[in-house]
T-cell receptor
């Protein structure tokens, strides 16, 4: 069974600091990796995706992928109170007909 | 664009009743996904469609759940009979052309089965 693991938190980070969110996955053949943000009572929205090993930057967000170690992370620089949300890691296995497998999410709190 | 539309937004029903959730995907999107979210299990894919055809229904919990997509602009998820353990938020999402494309989620239906 494909599994995606995240620390549920809450992860508390002071405003202006770097927030680091981690995710591990069990299926070594997984091809694509996604970070969705979900505010309380709202629906998930995509903020980053990464396909290749290494770093991918988009504004204050950086996604990091290490396929050998089967982990993907999300860094948020200059954290703002508006970044307080639950961050869901999702994995696409590639091939076949499987859909995305989501982790349970990490609850991030940015302290003003 | 109006985004993904779901109805009803809230549903309270009694155990044993039939529940029908509705979804209208974004126009032009070929893929439609049904998810269920609970605190215990997180966000789980139930079923997804490509061009109105069900592709992967391995996440459908049991025979009490069924989903249809009669045309490109409408899908239903039906639970019959409903049970208290079905209480969750049910999300519909759509994407332009694939599972790994950006999935746009609707606002969700909060279902409570008493």
């Amino acid at each position: 069974q494909k599994e995606v693991e995240q620390n549920s938190g809450p992860l508390s980070v002071p405003e202006g600091a770097i927030a680091s969110l981690n995710c591990t996955y069990s299926d070594r053949g997984s091809q694509s990796f996604f970070w969705y943000r979900q505010y309380s009572g709202k629906s998930p929205e995509l903020i980053m995706f990464i396909y290749s090993n290494g770093d991918k930057e988009d504004g204050r967000f950086t996604a990091q992928l290490n396929k050998a170690s089967q982990y993907v992370s999300l860094l948020i620089r200059d954290s703002q109170p508006s970044d307080s949300a639950t961050y869901l890691c999702a994995v696409f296995p590639g091939g076949g007909a499987d859909g995305l497998t989501f982790g349970k999410g990490t609850h991030l709190i940015i302290q003003p | 664009d109006a985004g993904v539309i779901q109805s009803p937004r809230h549903e309270v029903t009694e155990m044993g009743q039939e529940v029908t959730l509705r979804c209208k995907p974004i126009s032009g999107h070929d893929y439609l996904f049904w998810y269920r979210q609970t605190m215990m299990r997180g966000l789980e894919l139930l079923i997804y469609f490509n061009n109105n055809v069900p592709i992967d229904d391995s996440g459908m919990p049991e025979d009490r759940f069924s989903a249809k997509m009669p045309n490109a602009s409408f899908s239903t998820l039906k639970i019959q009979p409903s049970e208290p353990r079905d209480s969750a938020v049910y999300f519909c999402a759509s994407s332009v052309s694939g599972v790994q494309e950006t999935q746009y989620f609707g606002p969700g239906t909060r279902l409570l089965v008493l």
